[in-house]
Nanobody
Framework: QVQLVESGGGLVQPGGSLRLSCAAS????????TAWHRQAPGKQRELVAG???????DYGDSVKGRFTISRDNAKNTVYLQMNSLKSEDTAVYYC?????????WGQGTQVTVSS
């Protein structure tokens, strides 16, 4: 059974930083495509960042230069380091993994950027 457990969300002031974690079980992230998506109220879910199995990385235009996606294969965990946060980054952030057995979503973690 595949499980993705996200953590690290919360309330942060503009300009601050947060690190999100996504701990995976039931599959191996090093042989999977892993990504973070987000969904703000009234908006469609959008790609934030993704790592392909060959380790190439894609970022959404709005987060380039501020967010960094990484993974720790030994811990089977994906991270999203978010710096210089803006109010428009406020959203529920979801971990997504695509493996040979299918695509899987985490439960989401709320990130709120506000003073």
């Amino acid at each position: 059974q595949v499980q993705l457990v996200e953590s690290g969300g919360g309330l942060v002031q503009p300009g601050g930083s947060l690190r999100l974690s996504c701990a995976a079980s039931g599959l191996t992230i090093s042989s999977s495509y892993t990504a973070w998506h987000r969904q703000a109220p009234g908006k469609q879910r959008e790609l934030v960042a993704g790592i392909r199995t060959g380790s190439s990385i894609d970022y959404g235009d709005s987060v380039k230069g501020r967010f960094t996606i990484s993974r720790d294969n030994a811990k089977n965990t994906v991270y999203l380091q978010m710096n210089s946060l803006k109010s428009e980054d406020t959203a529920v952030y979801y971990c997504y993994v695509s493996s040979w057995s299918g695509g899987y979503w985490g439960q989401g973690t709320q990130v709120t950027v506000s003073s």
